[in-house]
């Protein structure tokens, strides 16, 4: 099986290079596709500051997914390909239910006259 970006996703020759966290690659290949030169040119073209793009390659700043969603805009890669170059395998994004929930013992405006 071929992806969009021509990388047999059933070799195994890659290995473990591809199972590995990696936003420089993803970066490479957008830098690549897009025919730009540089990461300035690649902020640019994305539309961000340059400090995000040096702190996505130096893994001080993850990618998000507003920036997955542009990358995917510039590029016309779907995003699973987009995914697949960084090294993100999940199949699904679980958002835990305790996020959502309000703490314990926040005095959240309660009105009760307890006297």
Known sequence: MTNQVGNDMNNESEGDDLLQYNPNRLLDTLIENLRLKNDAALSRALEVAPPVISKIRHHRLPVGASLLI????VSD???????????DRRNKFRISDKQFKPKEGSGGGSTENKG
């Open 70 to 73: 542009r990358m995917h805009e």
């Open 77 to 87: 890669l779907s995003i699973r390909d987009l995914r697949y170059l960084m090294g």
